[in-house]
Structures are given as C-alpha cells and as structure tokens.
C-alpha cells in the first residue's frame, strides 16, 4: 500500500515535467518565482552532466569499462595503444567528458536561438522556456547519446579551443559575480552599522578583508615555493610578479579619494576579493605549466608506480588540488547566476537581469501560489532576465567545466593527453582581462562623468 501510495505521488509530481509552466499547476514544489525555478532546473541539468561526468571519470567506473572490447579499439578491432597501458583509461575519460559537454553546449545552444527577443511570458515560446521539462530531458539525452557517436578524428582537437575560449569567458563571469557579491555584501553590513550604531559590523568587514589579503600574501609566498626555482621556472616567476603587482595596484586606486567620491560602496572589500581570486586564477594557471620541474602537479600515483606527465604527453591525476577547488568556485557561481538578481545597475546590464517589481497582479498572484504551495508566473509584463543570455552563460559553463574535469589537457596526435602553454596563457590572459574588468569599474565614473553609474 505505501509503495502504491508512494508512486502515485511520484507521478503527481511528474505532470509537472509535462506543464507549460514550471509547477503552475502542480502543487508539488513549493511557492516560488516562474523565473526562479526555471533557471534551477536548466541548471540542474548542467549539473546532471557534472555528475555523469564524475562518475566516468571516477577509477572503478573507469576500470570496469576500460575491459570492454570497444574501449581501446578503433575502426574493425585496430588497437589504438596497448591493452592495459594507463594512457587507454585517460583516453576513455577524455572522450565521454568532451562529448558529454558537447551535448550539454549544443543543448543550451539550442535554446539560446530559439529564446532570442522573449519579452514576456505571454510569448508563446515563455512556455517553452519555463515548462516541458520531460521532452527537454529527453532532447538532452537524445543530443547526448547522439554525440557519443561522433567520429573521434580532429573533433577533440577543435573542440579543445572551442572549451578555451569558453571557459575563459566563464572565468571573467565568476570574477564579475564575486565582484557583485563583495559590493552587496560591503553595502549590507554599512547599513547594518549605520542602523544599529555598532562598530562589530566594522570590524567584521575589517577582520574579512584583512583576512582575504593574508590568504593572497600567503597564496603568493606557496606560489614561489612550489612552483618556482632558483634559476628556473622564470615564466612562473614572471607571471606571479606581475599579478601581484596589479591587485597591488588596483587596491591603491579602488581607496583613492576621487574613487571614493564617484563611489562611495568602492573599497577594500571588493578589491581583497578581487586579490585572491586573481591568485587563484594565477594557480590554476601554474598548475597546467608542462615543465615537471615548475609544477608539482605533474606527478601521479598510479598503483605502484610514479609516472611523469609534460610534453611527452604522459599521463596525471583528474582530482588534483586546484580541480576541487575549480570545481566548487564553479558550482557556487553557477547557482549564483539561476537564483540572484543584482542590486546593482551596472551588473544587472552586463548579466541581463532587472529587479522584479511585482505589482498588484503580480503580488495577488504570488499569496494565491503561497496558499497552494505552488509557483507563479512573475513575468507576465516582462522577463526578469534574458532567456537567450542565461543559456549563453549555460553553454560557457558547460565548456568550463569540461575544460576544468580535463584539466585543460589537449589531445595530443600520439593518443594522449598533454599539458599544454595554451592552458596557462589562456588563463594569464582571463586574470589580467579581469583585473582590467574592476579597474574599469573603478575609474569608469571618473573619465564618463556624464553618465549615470549609480
């Protein structure tokens, strides 16, 4: 009886997957905005690739298919490199994430097209967008088993620099959201102090932003340790100089007095935030640098062996150090662009999202849903943020995370995965484009004092 019980809930909750709306008329989720649940599932799914991702990639799992007979054979029964060898378990890694984000970006992709110029959810193509959760699902499973069928030939080497040039979008995304965090953040705990008349909010943002500053200073001293030498490594030397030179810089001119009188929420918050996670950026950079002597990174463990990975094209770890952490920057800024939108103008334009002013339909609407436990539609006179430009945000996510589970190793014409400089500049360049993001952000109320940048 409670097993019957149990499934008919679960197939009340499944007409939702089928509605023209997120749960509108489905009582299974809870009282929320239309907008807001439709960017959790579209996220889900991007998160759904993640898990898929991880379970192929995991060793056991690797294993076992590494004994299939297809695994490491090519065309009629051509053996693409000896059975058993480690480079075969890395190939098939590399293959199922490059193809499973391929699917996951031609499927965001997808609906950026078919989204362009919705203006509201009275566009018939609104219930495309915020219902039909079963048949999306299954276009999505569909465009994944499809890909997996794609001829390996030059298509990982293209798809490499198509994963390049979108994760370092991605990256400056994470660095504007961090940016938009530390502001609302800085404003909050202000307010705070000015209403309750308590220094403790003070030295919260005091104690934080010293604190972020120690990680940075402590972050750079690990850098030269690790990925330095007396003599050597002197690109690494070069790289870690520079960018500690510009946060340096960019601190100074976020607390200059004009600064601070053009906008008055800039300080030091913001620019320790910006500190550190150019000093993350700079490691993921270090970590990818294919010379064995400059980066600890290129040594695994592989049953009882050590083996060397550079230019060769031999073979590392998946789950290093900075891949976790990547991972989890990656997971919370993904979650950041399908639940908030901005305070704040400058960022609302550049993310493509405004401030939900319900009105009275709109706040009727949203007690009637409360009382039903269901969600409602916010966006009848206008969407709250775009369509197309959410999915766009989706597919540079999608090829950042690949790049990131792969650890930004190409495919090399040997069969092998190889670390590359391509990796390292790629991300060099995204730490200095996002250092010159804030510095603009900065200074931008200053040279165009005609404009409005409040």
């Keep these: 009886m409670g097993a019957c ?65 297809w695994v490491c054979e090519e065309g009629a029964g051509t053996p693409i490199i000896p059975q058993g060898h480690i480079d075969c378990g890395s190939l098939l890694g590399h293959r199922a994430v490059y193809r499973m984000y391929f699917a996951t970006a031609a499927f965001f992709f997808l609906f950026t097209l078919l989204m362009i110029c919705v203006r509201s959810s009275r566009d018939p193509r609104a219930a495309i967008q915020n219902g039909f959760w079963f048949f999306k699902f299954l276009i999505l499973v569909g ?71 120690a990680l940075s200073i402590a972050a750079v001293t690990l850098l030269f340790i690790y990925y330095t030498l007396p003599g050597a490594c002197n690109e690494g030397k070069i790289f870690i100089s520079l960018n500690l030179t510009f946060c340096f810089f960019v601190s100074i001119v976020a607390v200059l007095p004009k600064v601070q009188d053009a906008q008055p929420n800039s300080g030091l918050l913001q620019a320790s935030v910006v500190t550190l996670y150019t000093m993350f950026v700079t490691w993921l950079a270090l970590s990818n640098v294919p010379d064995q002597k400059c980066n600890p990174h290129l040594l695994t463990h592989f049953g009882n062996g050590t083996i060397l990975a550079g230019p060769e094209g031999y073979e590392t770890q998946w789950w290093d150090a900075p891949s ?39 706040v009727q609407q949203q007690q009637v849903a409360a009382s039903e436990g269901r969600a409602f539609d916010n966006e009848q006179d206008g969407v709250t943020y775009s369509y197309s430009f959410f999915h766009v945000c989706l597919v540079l996510a999608s090829l950042h995370i690949m790049m990131t589970l792969t650890n ?21 360049c995204a730490s200095w484009a996002g250092l010159l993001l804030y510095l603009w952000t900065l200074v931008a109320p200053l040279l165009l004092s005609s404009r409005d940048f409040s």
């Design 5 to 69: 019980l149990g499934a008919c809930s679960l197939l009340s909750c499944a007409s939702c997957l089928c509605g023209s709306a997120p749960c509108i008329l489905c009582t299974c989720c809870p009282s929320s905005r239309n907008s807001t649940v439709s960017r959790l599932v579209f996220t889900a799914f991007l998160f759904l690739g993640v898990l898929v991702s991880v379970i192929m990639l995991s060793p056991g799992v690797e294993s076992q298919l590494h004994k299939l007979p």
């Design 143 to 213: 465009i994944t088993v499809g890909a997996f069928y794609i001829p390996d030939g030059s298509f990982s080497n293209i798809w490499f620099y198509f994963g390049v040039v979108g994760s370092f979008l991605f990256i400056l995304i994470q660095l504007v959201l961090l940016i938009d965090f530390a502001h609302s953040w800085n404003q909050r705990w202000l307010g705070k102090a000015e209403e309750c008349d308590s220094r403790a909010w003070y030295a919260g943002l005091f104690f934080f932003t010293l604190l972020f500053y």
């Design 324 to 362: 976790i952490v990547g991972l989890l920057i990656f997971i919370l800024c993904t979650f950041f662009i399908s639940l908030r939108s901005s305070d704040h103008r400058q960022v609302n334009t550049l993310m493509q999202t405004e401030e939900c002013l319900a009105g009275p339909e709109a």
């Design 408 to 428: 930004w190793y190409r495919p090399g014409e040997t069969r092998k995965m190889i670390s590359t400089w391509t990796a390292v500049w790629v991300k060099i």
